[in-house]
């Protein structure tokens, strides 16, 4: 699921996310939502959250829930 969208993203959410750093070369960094950081419904380069390991990035992409 896309992550430039407010609603499709919920804390505990398990998203793959590019931090600032990586920005260039498009590494991802996988986890779960722990804080939303972005207030707009839309943000066009991806929504900004803070994961439980404490990384903050722009979500790309909403993965399923593992089972």
């Known amino acids: 699921m896309n992550g430039t969208r407010r609603a499709n993203i919920s804390i505990g959410a398990r998203v793959l996310i ?3 750093q990586n920005q260039r070369r498009g ?3 996988e986890g779960y939502v722990a804080r939303i950081l972005t207030s707009k419904p839309v ?3 991806g929504i ?3 994961l439980e390991t ?3 990035g722009r979500v790309q992409e909403v993965l399923p829930e593992e089972d």
């Open 18 to 20: 590019v931090e600032k």
């Open 27 to 29: 590494e991802t960094t």
């Open 43 to 45: 943000h066009s380069r």
């Open 48 to 50: 900004k959250v803070k």
């Open 54 to 56: 404490g990384e903050v």
